[in-house]
């Protein structure tokens, strides 16, 4: 059974980190593409920063240079560093796991964690 347990989210000033973690387990973790989504009030859910299997890294413009994800593949994780926060960054965050095959096509979520950035 696949699972994705977020954490380290929180409230934070504007121009505060947070850094946020999710574990994986129930899945050959090295082999999948993880990503961080967020859903803002009010908003639908969109891609905050995407690592593939083999490392490679996207980000949406609106947290470039301010977000950085990386994985630990030893230990299941894949983290969201998060620097000069804005209020618009506001949201309920979510950890995906994203799996293709020429026949087999896997897609799982985290329940979320909720970071709040407000003065």
């Known amino acids: 059974q696949v699972q994705l347990v977020e954490s380290g989210g929180g409230s934070v000033q504007p121009g505060g980190s947070l850094r946020l973690s999710c574990a994986a387990s129930?899945?050959?973790?090295?082999?999948?593409?993880m990503g961080w989504y967020r859903q803002g009030p009010g908003k639908q859910r969109e891609v905050v920063a995407s690592?593939?299997?083999?490392?490679?890294?996207k980000y949406a413009v609106s947290v470039l240079g301010r977000f950085t994800i990386s994985r630990d593949n030893a230990k299941n994780l894949v983290y969201l560093q998060m620097n000069n926060l804005k209020p618009e960054d506001t949201a309920v965050y979510y950890c995906?796991?994203?799996?293709?095959?020429?026949?087999?096509?896997?897609?799982?979520w985290g329940q979320g964690t909720q970071v709040t950035v407000s003065s």
């Open positions: 690592i593939t299997s083999g490392g490679s890294i």
């Open positions: 129930g899945i050959a973790f090295s082999g999948y593409d």
């Open positions: 995906n796991a994203h799996l293709m095959t020429w026949n087999l096509e896997r897609n799982s």
